[in-house]
């Protein structure tokens, strides 16, 4: 993909410490960030080998005992594994089939919407929830689910009904989470919608309708297969990172009563690694989890590219 | 007339067509309503969790009716003691402080940290680029989890720093990769020739690169905003001492609060309910969010689509 009109390469051979000279100011340039990089990014991984060790805080990640795959045998053993590796599919998978459809036809919706100001109102209400930390939607949710306070309950109420306990109820709580993140981002999920639909040439729609195709027919013909490459891009993004099922929605949301139901795989590192101090087991599990995740990503990224033909995120 | 026209034809999404002899047929007529429809359904759904948050805060002390009812109280019956408690104590200012040092420090140490580095991978010239574009990368493609990062600020004794707080996510290698993007696009030319002048690359930064890049220096340092506000989870694993507390930590004890008496600092909130002294400092703790949205929204919108095309 090099350029071969470009001036740095029309020079024959450059010299390479000529070349280092010349950029001694980058160099420059980059020495703080490097090293902040490094130090920041790089000793987390070489901190990463006490999954390997029986860690204990006063022989340091350096000097405790090597147990070699001890940690990860435990692990997989386990009865929590199953238990773990269900919940964070589950609330992944669940997200991307709720969330998906809910930002597409939200972007449809958005562009077709002729009323300017109803759409502005939408479009700039919609983005907002992406802004709010779950510390807040926690609040929010709490307005709304809580059993003694929350308007939720009191329709319920209104109807005749019992009030429903929506955070600690196992049937309803994988609802709530589901739901209340498609809340907080489908509006900020549409924006790379809206944008590929904006691209779309108008006179595509102008030719159908001369041929007769209806809106609905248009939407199906016209729109959908014109913003398809990025659905499949999105999808595939997605399930690149299809082990983080959001630790701070479920750590916000979740109480020792739903755990069964509520505990992914970061919360559950969370607790033994930073609550229990089993340093060694936690970080075996987080590797455990980084690794299949680069996997994913590393394939996901290699579909996008092979379908949208070289263009990738990398 | 025509000057309005034109000016309506622009501000749609959708471009008007200019096709005018097929008139629209009942099924256009009823999309047409599907999508009105649609619309305000969305409006009422993203509407009522915030606003039942917000009249939830002005409830009154002495307040009967359900809460359902609440929704629909009249603003000249709204009660501000939620508000006026919470600006009254001590524990919500200092907290409130601590997050506003929180930002702004983590911003400055961001944007400083992330320009120089998305720039330096942008020189395309520079011998070591295609490694250094892979030694940025790794650390974002493999996450190892938060216990190897835990030891890490342990072991620098970053704990119980508000620096602790915004320093581990001060380079995001996401908004690198988005910055880099950009200054990919700048044309090579406008540095070429800045170069030939006798710039340096520094010089060239400062003086070529920077003034094209607002509305990603914009975006970026919004990004960075709302994640160093909004970072509750650093706060609890690095910041022990309760002085130290951002918003989000308190925000999280007051809303976990059962009652007044289960939480020692909330006992001097005065005679505001509990329930709207949650719900205002949901309200405190969102509104600096609120307050910077519309100004940055239209540079977040194009710094996206910048970032979300090439992606």
């Given at each position: 993909m090099k350029k071969k009109d470009s001036p740095e390469l029309m020079v024959p051979k450059p010299n390479l410490r000529r070349e280092i000279l010349r950029h001694k100011d980058v160099y420059l340039l980059?020495?703080?960030?490097?090293?902040?990089?490094?130090?920041?990014?790089?000793?987390?991984?070489?901190?990463?080998?006490?999954?390997?060790?029986?860690?204990?805080?006063?022989?340091?990640?350096?000097?405790?005992?090597?147990?070699?795959?001890?940690?990860?045998?435990?692990?997989?053993?386990?009865?929590?594994?199953?238990?773990?590796?269900?919940?964070?599919?589950?609330?992944?998978?669940?997200?991307?089939?709720?969330?998906?459809?809910?930002?597409?036809?939200?972007?449809?919706?958005?562009?077709?919407?002729?009323?300017?100001?109803?759409?502005?109102?939408?479009?700039?209400?919609?983005?907002?929830?992406?802004?709010?930390?779950?510390?807040?939607?926690?609040?929010?949710?709490?307005?709304?689910l809580s059993p003694s306070s929350g308007i939720l309950n009191d329709i319920i109420k209104l109807f005749g009904g019992t009030p429903i306990d929506f955070l600690s109820s196992v049937h309803a709580f994988p609802w709530v989470v589901l739901l209340s993140d498609a809340w907080k981002e489908m509006g900020w999920s549409a924006i790379i919608f809206i944008a590929a639909l904006m691209s779309i040439d108008v006179s595509l729609f102008e030719a159908a309708m001369v041929e007769g195709a209806n809106s609905w027919q248009r939407v199906r013909y016209i729109t959908l297969p014109a913003i398809k490459p990025v659905i499949v891009t999105v999808l595939l993004l997605k399930i690149g990172t299809i082990l983080d099922a959001g630790f701070n929605q479920m750590y916000m949301l979740y109480s020792p009563q739903v755990y069964s139901i509520a505990d992914i795989i970061d919360t559950w590192v969370y607790r033994q690694g930073l609550l229990n101090f089993q340093f060694g087991l936690a970080t075996a599990?987080?590797?455990?989890?980084?690794?299949?995740?680069?996997?994913?990503?590393?394939?996901?990224?290699?579909?996008?590219?092979?379908?949208?033909?070289?263009?990738?995120?990398? | 007339m025509a000057e309005a026209k034109t000016k309506k034809e622009r501000i749609h999404l959708k471009p008007k067509m200019h096709n005018k002899t097929v008139r629209p047929t009942r099924a256009d007529r009823i999309f047409q309503i599907c999508v009105d429809v649609f619309m305000v359904l969305m409006l009422i759904i993203i509407l009522i969790p915030l606003w039942s948050t917000v009249t939830l805060s002005f409830r009154p002390n002495t307040y009967i009716g359900t809460y359902l009812q609440g929704m629909f109280l009249a603003p000249w019956d709204w009660s501000f003691d939620a508000y006026k408690a919470l600006l009254g104590n001590n524990g919500f200012l200092m907290a409130f402080t601590n997050s506003c040092k929180i930002l702004v420090g983590g911003v400055v140490c961001a944007l400083l940290?992330?320009?120089?580095?998305?720039?330096?991978?942008?020189?395309?010239?520079?011998?070591?680029?295609?490694?250094?574009?892979?030694?940025?990368?790794?650390?974002?493609?493999?996450?190892?989890?938060?216990?190897?990062?835990?030891?890490?600020?342990?072991?620098?004794?970053?704990?119980?720093?508000?620096?602790?707080?915004?320093?581990?996510?001060?380079?995001?290698?996401?908004?690198?990769?988005?910055?880099?993007?950009?200054?990919?696009?700048?044309?090579?030319?406008?540095?070429?020739?800045?170069?030939?002048?006798?710039?340096?690359?520094?010089?060239i930064l400062l003086r070529i690169v920077m003034p094209l890049s607002k509305a990603i220096v914009m975006t970026i340092g919004l990004y960075y905003g709302v994640s160093f506000w909004n970072n509750f989870f650093n706060a609890m694993l690095y910041i022990q001492n309760s002085?130290?507390?951002?918003?989000?930590?308190?925000?999280?004890?007051?809303?976990?609060?059962?009652?007044?008496?289960?939480?020692?600092?909330?006992?001097?909130?005065?005679?505001?309910?509990?329930?709207?002294?949650?719900?205002?400092?949901?309200?405190?703790?969102?509104?600096?969010?609120?307050?910077?949205?519309?100004?940055?929204?239209?540079?977040?919108?194009?710094?996206t689509l910048a970032g979300a095309v090439k992606g």
């Open positions: 980059l020495l703080i960030p490097f090293v902040f990089y490094i130090v920041f990014k790089y000793v987390p991984i070489f901190n990463a080998q006490i999954a390997f060790k029986n860690f204990r805080a006063r022989d340091g990640v350096l000097g405790s005992a090597w147990i070699g795959l001890q940690n990860f045998t435990d692990f997989f053993n386990s009865f929590y594994f199953w238990e773990l590796l269900r919940n964070t599919l589950m609330y992944s998978f669940g997200k991307i089939i709720i969330s998906l459809p809910v930002s597409i036809i939200l972007s449809i919706a958005i562009y077709e919407c002729t009323h300017y100001a109803l759409r502005k109102t939408v479009q700039t209400l919609a983005y907002l929830p992406h802004f709010l930390s779950w510390v807040i939607m926690y609040g929010v949710l709490f307005a709304l599990v987080g590797l455990f989890k980084g690794i299949i995740g680069m996997i994913l990503v590393l394939v996901s990224n290699k579909l996008v590219s092979r379908f949208n033909e070289g263009s990738s995120l990398f | 940290l992330t320009i120089p580095l998305a720039y330096v991978m942008s020189v395309k010239s520079m011998p070591g680029r295609k490694a250094l574009t892979t030694i940025v990368l790794i650390p974002y493609i493999f996450d190892v989890g938060m216990i190897p990062a835990y030891l890490l600020v342990q072991n620098i004794g970053l704990m119980d720093h508000l620096a602790a707080v915004f320093l581990p996510g001060a380079i995001s290698t996401y908004n690198v990769i988005i910055m880099r993007q950009f200054f990919d696009g700048i044309p090579a030319e406008l540095k070429e020739s800045a170069r030939i002048d006798g710039c340096s690359e520094v010089q002085n130290l507390n951002p918003l989000p930590i308190l925000l999280r004890n007051i809303l976990m609060a059962a009652g007044m008496n289960e939480y020692v600092e909330v006992s001097a909130f005065g005679n505001a309910p509990i329930e709207a002294i949650k719900a205002a400092s949901v309200f405190m703790s969102a509104i600096p969010m609120v307050i910077a949205y519309p100004f940055i929204q239209k540079y977040f919108t194009k710094g």
